[in-house]
């Protein structure tokens, strides 16, 4: 079955870095388009990055251009976002999401915080 696994989460100054991991397993990733959402509390679930299946198509929230690079490793089936200049605002759960038909398929999550 499908199987999405976030990894990378934690707790980082202003200013600082992340980069999060999450590998996948159960279908074909290397023909896969695959997303990066989060959800802050009491907010609704926002994109926040999209990369094409051979990666040389990347999209971003206007919120992260320029701070979030995404990219993938269809060798070893994982797909990262690094995050820089992180900011409070940035605060939420973040989780990796994959469309196949029809159906969307989420990771359990990781937790990202920017506090001082």
């Known amino acids: 079955q499908v199987q999405l696994v976030e990894s990378g989460g934690g707790l980082v100054q202003p200013g600082g870095s992340l980069r999060l991991s999450c590998t996948a397993s159960?279908?074909?990733?290397?023909?896969?388009?695959m997303n990066w959402y989060r959800q802050a509390p009491g907010k609704e679930r926002e994109l926040v990055a999209t990369?094409?299946?051979?990666?040389?198509?990347?999209r971003y929230a206007d919120s992260v251009k320029g701070r979030f690079t995404i990219s993938r490793d269809n060798a070893k089936n994982i797909v990262y976002l690094q995050m820089s200049n992180l900011k409070p605002e940035d605060t939420a759960v973040y989780y990796c999401?994959?469309?196949?038909?029809?159906?969307?398929?989420w990771g359990q999550g990781t937790q990202v915080t920017v506090s001082s």
């Open positions: 999401n994959v469309l196949l038909d029809w159906t969307s398929y």
């Open positions: 159960g279908f074909t990733f290397s023909r896969t388009v």
């Open positions: 990369v094409s299946s051979d990666g040389g198509g990347t």
